[in-house]
């Protein structure tokens, strides 16, 4: 795999198109609006972007169910105006990552209409279709009655995603249907991912957040099925594409990075206990949970993926519930000195950095349900609809955080004291330090079970740096043999180091050269 350099500074912003800034009054995001906004983003310091699905849909999962990988949504603006915002994005030294959703499509995509015909076309086998109408693909929930064709549609997601068919890694031998990996089918609706890819590459995309990569391939428990798949993706980047980032919503790094995947997310399911520190009843970084099990997990994560790729751990994103629902005050911003000290290239949703609530009690918008809460219209200041959009209220894509102290980007940023500030204060920091960075290494070096404080090492560039978190309401001290030096980052109050042991004033995080 050919390294991608600027994935090593790399501090990412996710962009939820349709609630970050509306140009044209129609109530909801659009490209024009990204790039309006793209000063706002870099000034907080960020220098690459993800932004979710921006294709032709039908929206009935805000865009996971792509109806044309080719187009547009009109709704955000025109494919000109696309390749216009990467232009914007590239003139500003910064980076895009569009969202491939490789698994399904709508059922209103044009191939999916064509393979419910009877008649045998090219897209009979794009789809994973069982032989009989009555049975669904084992362990799938399935699309029926819908066809003239005979036989069920597995879905993956919603019932209005039939799963594409890639393949099965060990199909049965009773199950004429389930295709070997290799089979003509599964083989062009590879090729056809790969077209889709080209396209957007060609058009100036810096590579793809991948949604649900692990999942393409079916009867694949050990994931080596999948694994190859993405290997022969990698293969064609390479060749092509060099310089493609790649990112995948998989959770499992040692598969995902043999897979040619540059970074795997660590997600709020899977293994992770990621939230252990952000998102249960007693989160870490809420002042007095356990990270224990997640620097275990971790750790193991290292080990398996041999310290190659990347993994990185967002703020928040538009599936899970925002950080600022857990954790209030200075807990966001120890949690911060934690995602800005990390391996991995860190993920910023956008509104977590001016502390943006979920906001409760929302119907279901675009197949959000509970998630709709987290994607509701960016704030950025006191005029009307908090500058989302110039449209009637009652027209906005989603219903703005109704409290009147909702915090705002003008208020954040007018605020020396604000997240805002303490988050770009922390980036700077980061990317003035190597050691910091995506490729730095860690060693942790005090981490016990339900206690205070988090505490690692960073190493890289020749400099080693000492990082301190105490998010508990008490002082916390440990013994170490470290001695630390100066402080490029402190909030909260500085250590003292006495006798080998170490004391975090309460409510602190410090960065500390060694
Ligand atoms: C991923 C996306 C999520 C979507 C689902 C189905 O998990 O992040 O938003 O609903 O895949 O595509
Ligand atoms: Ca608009």
């Not at 919603?158 to 295709?179: E, I, M, R, T, V």
């Not at 070997?180 to 890819?197: F, N, Q, S, V, Y």
């Not at 060749?239 to 043999?258: C, H, I, T, Y």
């Not at 080693?464 to 470290?482: Q, R, T, Y």
């Amino acid at each position: 795999m050919i390294e991608v350099k600027w994935l090593d500074s790399a501090v990412f912003y996710e962009i939820y198109p349709q609630s970050f800034k509306d140009t044209n009054g129609d109530g909801i995001g659009d490209f024009r609006g990204i790039a309006e906004k793209l000063d706002y983003i870099k000034e907080l310091g960020c220098n690459a972007i993800w932004m979710n699905p921006c294709y032709d849909s039908p929206f009935l999962d805000a865009g996971y169910d792509v109806r044309d990988y080719y187009r547009a949504a009109p709704r955000y603006g025109t494919n000109d105006d696309l390749k216009a915002l990467f232009g914007e994005i590239h003139s500003r030294g910064m980076h895009i990552l569009l969202d491939l959703v490789p698994g399904h499509t709508s059922w209103e995509h044009e191939w999916f209409r064509q393979s419910c015909r009877a008649e045998r076309n090219e897209f009979t086998d794009r789809y994973i279709w069982t032989d009989n109408t009555w049975e669904a693909p084992e362990g799938m929930n399935a699309l029926i009655g819908l066809a003239e064709r005979v036989g069920a549609c597995g879905v993956n997601f919603f019932s209005h995603q039939p799963a594409l068919n890639y393949g099965y890694y060990k199909p049965k031998p009773d199950k004429p249907w389930q295709q070997p990996t290799d089979a003509p089918g599964p083989r062009a609706t590879l090729e056809a991912m790969k077209d889709i890819m080209r396209f957007w590459l060609n058009m100036g995309c810096d590579g793809f957040r991948v949604d649900m990569a692990p999942s393409l391939i079916k009867n694949d428990e050990d994931r080596k099925g999948v694994i190859a798949l993405w290997q022969d993706v990698r293969a064609f980047l390479d060749r092509e594409f060099p310089d493609a980032a790649m990112v995948s919503e998989w959770g499992e790094p040692d598969k995902s990075l043999q897979g040619g995947f540059h970074m795997d997310f660590l997600l709020h399911f899977g293994p992770s206990h990621y939230n252990d520190l952000f998102r249960c009843d007693r989160p870490f970084f809420g002042g007095g949970g356990d990270a224990s099990e997640f620097v275990k997990t971790y750790k193991e994560n290292l080990v398996k993926s041999g310290g190659k790729g990347l993994m990185c751990i967002p703020s928040g994103n538009h599936d899970m519930y925002r950080l600022a629902k857990y954790i209030h005050g200075d807990g966001l911003r120890i949690a911060f000195a934690f995602l800005m000290s990390m391996p991995g290239a860190p993920f910023v949703y956008y509104g977590d950095e001016i502390g943006m609530r979920y906001v409760e009690g929302l119907y279901s918008v675009e197949g959000g349900y509970e998630r709709t809460g987290s994607r509701s219209p960016m704030q950025w200041d006191s005029t009307e609809n908090a500058g989302f959009s110039t449209a009637p209220a009652d027209r906005l894509y989603i219903r703005l955080d109704p409290d009147s102290g909702r915090p705002t980007a003008e208020k954040a940023m007018a605020d020396p004291g604000s997240l805002w500030h303490e988050i770009q204060k922390q980036i700077r920091i980061r990317t003035e330090h190597p050691a910091l960075q995506s490729r730095g290494d860690i060693e942790f070096v005090y981490c016990e079970k339900d206690s205070c404080p988090l505490a690692y090492v960073r190493g890289g560039g020749g400099e080693k740096i000492l990082v301190v978190l105490n998010p508990s309401a008490k002082p916390a001290a440990f013994e170490c043999g470290l001695v630390p030096g100066e402080a490029i980052y402190c909030f909260g109050g500085g250590l003292t180091a006495k006798a080998g042991v170490i004391t975090a004033p309460a409510h602190s995080a410090g960065w500390y050269i060694l």
